[in-house]
């Protein structure tokens, strides 16, 4: 445990320019510059610590090794800060939440290579995060179903290994996430498993507009129990931690096939928490703590209470009105543990939506401080194929971070300079400025979305013969906006992007999320500019809507050979499954066809 955090140290006090000697055990020399010493005199708080600067030297006191971990974290952040010149100072300190975690979803698309999540885990570690989890459907590369994964780019088992080993080495828990219910669609969509879907066929949904493909498996069948053991028994040797998040949220189909007869008879909910409890019996057996989303017995409040008390809710809400209070109650009456799940609200945004998530990450922590949840876990989604990178999620990451940590002293005015210190690197400050403002620029439109701004869903709507959920209405947002409010939203991304040129990131790291940044802005500006030319056609403007189509296409098709070549620097597999839209727009540049005219979408909504 000692070694690597004397080394991060080092690191941090190397670039202050001071070279620190490691001495292990105890020496009649006194004059140490930075000694650390286990005290029971520390108040007993999670991750509870002392650090004291004085003219003699720097001196922590801790209780348990995480109280070391967090001291340590808070003085890389002080030679950040200042340099070799600290100021004399004495900092009692412990964590709200015993977890604070981070979750990223790697199954929509993007999945990160391994260097790209080492370098996450080192700046998590900087916010004093213990748990981290990829969410996973199907992107492990479990040996025996390589049809299912090949496309995607999936985690092999040996880079989980050496993530774990690199998260342990950070004190960061890294806990497989398996979904074991319900989003398992592409599991699904192969041929021998095929039988274990609950439903055979597509089904429509939002008034017969989109369809919801088989992704629930079938609770009934015989297959189901011995599909997941396998999946259990290849995955969890991968993994030193003792839990497992089994997902099981979302499972819209349940009761429309094969268990249709017995959800009559015994209930939908029900029929949930028995295969529940069937999971939880797996899970136990492998010597693991079960997981798992909390929305769908929620649906069942009377339920709640027969869960196993071993288990771990997850309390998950994106909305800042989302109900964590009449949730977190449910489950702290019935003396179920669980955390508070929040989100980064970047999904279907490209750029951000911090207006809505930084009011959910703090309602999140207060919330689940009043009610006793045991942990914190921020989650970042990737809905829509995730063509939002990471850069645009390190702000909620940071808040997140913040508020599980100490809620109390979370001020929204640090953030920037924070983010640009110890994410964009940059001395000019405009990195962090630029992050944070993209966050709240589809206010321009004067139109909200849940879970979703017009940024993000026009440019990355599906053609509407696909009839597929993500990102559905984004190609009838024109119809719904002013055409003042799409230039004003336009103008205003420009404007960062001009700004974003300024900032000078000191590392290669930095480097690149400055760059998909930049990425990322420009892909929101071509959803203004595609909403104009829809505006144009539905006006009755072809000559406006030619130059507009011209323009558009010629630039589509710049940043789709840039968003290529930028790809492999972050990620594993191709673009194919993150920003096929681009060429989509292209297509429909070139056809000239509107896909919903005005009337349509008046009569329809």
Request: hydrophobic share 40%.
């Amino acid at each position: 445990m000692l070694l690597p955090l004397a080394k991060r140290l080092q690191a941090a006090a190397k670039v202050a320019g001071v070279e620190l000697k490691l001495i292990s055990r105890p020496t009649k020399d006194s004059s140490s510059a930075i000694q650390a010493t286990r005290s029971e005199d520390i108040p007993n708080g999670p991750a509870a610590y002392t650090l004291t600067i004085n003219t003699q030297g720097v001196s922590i006191q801790y209780r348990e090794e995480e109280g070391l971990r967090a001291a340590i974290a808070t003085l890389r952040q002080l030679l950040r800060e200042y340099g070799r010149r600290l100021p004399c100072l004495i900092i009692h300190d412990h964590a709200d939440f015993p977890k604070r975690g981070v979750m990223l979803d790697i199954s929509r698309g993007r999945v990160p290579r391994l260097k790209t999540l080492l370098g996450l885990a080192d700046k998590l570690a900087d916010f004093k995060i213990n748990e981290f989890q990829l969410y996973t459907e199907h992107t492990f590369a479990y040996r025996n179903y390589k049809p299912v994964w090949r496309d995607w780019g999936a985690l092999t088992g040996k880079e989980i290994q050496k993530l774990d080993a690199h998260c342990r080495r950070l004190g960061i828990e890294l806990v497989p996430n398996q979904n074991s219910f319900g989003h398992m669609r592409y599991w699904l969509e192969h041929p021998p498993l095929r039988k274990l879907a609950e439903t055979s066929e597509p089904w429509p949904d939002h008034g017969g507009a989109f369809l919801r493909y088989p992704s629930t498996l079938a609770p009934t069948h015989p297959g189901t129990l011995p599909f997941l053991r396998k999946l259990y028994d290849e995955l969890l040797p991968n993994f030193t931690s003792s839990r497992l998040n089994v997902g099981c949220d979302e499972t819209w189909d349940l009761g429309r096939g094969q268990s249709k007869r017995l959800c009559e008879t015994k209930g939908k909910g029900r029929v949930y928490l028995d295969f529940l409890k069937k999971i939880y019996r797996e899970i136990k057996s492998r010597k693991r703590q079960m997981m798992f989303w909390g929305d769908i017995i929620l649906h069942y409040p009377k339920l709640v209470r027969e869960l196993p008390k071993d288990v771990i809710a997850l309390n998950w809400g994106y909305e800042s009105s989302h109900p964590f209070e009449r949730e977190a109650a449910i489950f702290a009456r019935s003396k179920v543990p669980f955390y508070v799940c929040p989100g980064t609200s970047s999904w279907m945004t490209l750029i951000g939506r911090h207006d809505n998530a930084f009011p959910n990450l703090r309602r999140a922590a207060a919330v689940g401080r009043k009610h006793g949840a045991i942990g914190y876990l921020n989650t970042d989604w990737g809905d829509g194929g995730h063509p939002q990178p990471l850069a645009v999620s390190y702000l909620p990451y940071l808040v997140g971070a913040a508020v599980s940590w100490c809620a109390q002293t979370y001020d929204e005015k640090l953030l920037i300079p924070v983010a640009n210190r110890d994410i964009f690197q940059d001395p000019t400050g405009q990195a962090g400025k630029t992050a944070y403002a993209l966050g709240f620029a589809h206010r321009q439109f004067k139109y909200l979305l849940p879970n979703a701004t017009p940024f993000g869903v026009v440019i990355a709507a599906p053609k509407p013969e696909m009839r597929e959920l993500f990102c559905h209405n984004g190609l009838k947002q024109y119809a719904r906006i002013p055409g003042k409010n799409i230039r004003s939203a336009l103008k205003a991304v420009e404007a960062q992007r001009s700004l974003l040129r300024r900032s000078r990131p000191e590392s290669r790291e930095a480097g690149i999320l400055v760059a998909e940044l930049d990425l990322a802005a420009r892909m929101a500006a071509q959803s203004c500019k595609y909403m104009l030319w829809q505006q144009a056609l539905a006006t009755n403007h072809p000559a406006t809507a030619r130059a507009l189509a011209d323009r558009g296409m010629a630039e589509l098709k710049q940043l789709d050979q840039e968003f290529n070549l930028y790809w492999p620097t972050r990620n594993k597999s191709g673009t194919k499954k993150s920003s096929s839209f681009l060429r989509w727009r292209i297509d429909d540049y070139r056809r000239g066809i509107l896909h919903f005219p005005p009337a349509i979408i008046a009569k329809k909504g």
